[in-house]
T-cell receptor, first 109, second 113 residues
Framework: GQNIDQPTEMTATEGAIVQINCTYQTSGFNGLFWYQQHAGEAPTFLSYNVLDGLEEKGRFSSFLSRSKGYSYLLLKELQMKDSASYLCAVIGGDYKLSFGAGTTVTVRA | IAGITQAPTSQILAAGRRMTLRCTQDMRHNAMYWYRQDLGLGLRLIHYSNTAGTTGKGEVPDGYSVSRANTDDFPLTLASAVPSQTSVYFC????????????FGPGTRLTVL
């Protein structure tokens, strides 16, 4: 089975930086996704990591360490619209996507 | 381009009734998926289809069935609904398989009483 852990909630101030950690224990590994989900809406794609290292895309960056079973999503220059849930999802050896429970980020003015 | 559509948007259903949730995509994606999302548990895979004519079981398949007669449609059927199936159901699709980005439909909120 898959075990994916991420914090339940985080709060940060507008303009600040927040780092959302995700640790995973899976039977095999074929990639890790981060999705954003606003309340009442569908998840939308943010990033995909399959090799170790940092992937940067505008204000969002995602990091992966396969040996440590660890990833983080970095949100810079936080805006009010970044208030959402952030979902870490791992493709295991069975090529099925398993999601963590999500981290709700609240951005305060 | 609509992407993925789901119907109905929401539904209240009596326990024991049969219900089919509809999902249609216009992106010609090969793979499609059904998830349920419950508070505190995240998204859980119910069934998937890697290509038209094939289906597979996910993490929580019991009580659900799917079919994939063509590329565009992937209906999810609850043969005899139970209250524990109260959830938000999301359909998703990806171009070739799970290593490709999955695009999600708007979801169906189902309440079983």
């Amino acid at each position: 089975g898959q075990n994916i852990d991420q914090p339940t909630e985080m709060t940060a101030t507008e303009g600040a930086i927040v780092q959302i950690n995700c640790t995973y224990q899976t039977s095999g590994f074929n990639g890790l996704f981060w999705y954003q989900q606003h309340a009442g809406e569908a998840p939308t794609f943010l990033s995909y990591n399959v090799l170790d290292g940092l992937e940067e895309k505008g204000r969002f960056s995602s990091f992966l360490s396969r040996s440590k079973g660890y990833s983080y999503l970095l949100l810079k220059e936080l805006q009010m619209k970044d208030s959402a849930s952030y979902l870490c999802a791992v493709i295991g050896g069975d090529y099925k996507l398993s999601f963590g429970a999500g981290t709700t980020v609240t951005v305060r003015a | 381009i609509a992407g993925i559509t789901q119907a109905p948007t929401s539904q209240i259903l009596a326990a024991g009734r049969r219900m089919t949730l509809r999902c249609t995509q216009d992106m010609r994606h090969n793979a499609m998926y059904w998830y349920r999302q419950d508070l505190g548990l995240g998204l859980r895979l119910i069934h998937y289809s890697n290509t038209a004519g094939t289906t597979g079981k996910g993490e929580v398949p019991d009580g659900y069935s799917v079919s994939r007669a063509n590329t565009d449609d992937f209906p999810l059927t609850l043969a005899s609904a139970v209250p524990s199936q109260t959830s938000v159901y999301f359909c998703a699709s990806s171009d070739q398989g799970p290593t490709d980005t999955q695009y999600f439909g708007p979801g169906t909120r189902l309440t079983v009483l």
